[in-house]
């Protein structure tokens, strides 16, 4: 079974400061690791993803994350915050030999000015 | 850029009633799930659809669950008697590929039981 556990349900920062936000994943077979965006009243964008190959991903809106399989982890960074990244953040989970994500429980994102 | 669309974005049902709600995949695509996320909790999986069959389901997809593609873009998710723990917000997704490829999601149908 597979499993994300996203710590922190809210994360506030200032405009211009690093943001971080933190997934760890469980999963017995390699797994396929994937941000979300949720912006208010908005489905579910992707943000990046991770299947195979490079470990530091790079994402729209200047958004990255690395997998650290030794830590079981795929923490979203960005360098600097901006109002318009004020939203809810999902980490998700698959894998190759299936097609369902599963998803953390979310970070909502306050960018402060 | 392409998007799944859903129907109706809102909809409030009596305790018991059927309920359904559409979607539109993107047009080639070809896997289509259902997700649902009960207020304050995580986005669950309830079940995909492959060359019109169910390919995985969830234990929340029970009997009272079903899901059909009627016609060539519709998709669509029926709730045979809705109960009061059914409200949630209701996302329909799809995806070109099964593994590792990109699952596009609608914005959601907000369903309401009372």
């Known amino acids: 079974a597979q499993s994300v556990t996203q710590l922190g349900s809210h994360v506030s920062v200032s405009e211009g400061a690093l943001v971080l936000l933190r997934c760890n994943y469980s999963?017995?077979?390699?797994?396929?690791l994937f941000w979300y965006v949720q912006y208010p009243n908005q489905g579910l964008q992707l943000l990046l993803k991770?299947?195979?190959?490079?470990?530091l991903v790079k994402g729209i809106n200047g958004f990255e994350a690395e997998f650290k399989k030794s830590e079981t982890s795929f923490h979203l960074t960005k360098p600097s915050a901006h109002m318009s990244d004020a939203a809810e953040y999902f980490c998700?989970?698959?894998?190759?030999?299936?097609?369902?994500?599963?998803f953390g429980a979310g970070t909502i994102l306050r960018v402060k000015s | 850029e392409p998007e799944v669309t859903q129907t109706p974005s809102h909809q409030v049902t009596q305790m018991g009633q059927e309920v359904i709600l559409r979607c539109v995949p993107i047009?080639?695509?070809?896997?289509f799930y259902w997700y649902r996320q009960i207020l304050g909790q995580k986005v669950e999986f309830l079940v995909s659809?492959?060359?019109?069959?169910?390919?995985?389901k969830s234990e929340i997809f029970d009997d009272q669950f079903s899901v059909e593609r009627p016609d060539g873009s519709n998709f669509t998710l029926k709730i045979r008697s809705t109960k009061l723990e059914d409200s949630a917000m209701y996302f329909c997704?799809?995806?070109?590929?099964?593994?590792?490829?990109?699952?596009?999601f609608g914005e959601g149908s907000w369903l309401t039981v009372v």
């Open positions: 997704a799809s995806s070109e590929e099964v593994s590792g490829n990109t699952i596009y």
């Open positions: 998700a989970v698959s894998h190759q030999y299936g097609n369902k994500l599963v």
């Open positions: 991770y299947t195979t190959g490079a470990t």
């Open positions: 999963s017995s077979v390699p797994p396929y």
């Open positions: 659809f492959y060359n019109n069959e169910i390919s995985e």
């Open positions: 047009s080639n695509h070809l896997y």
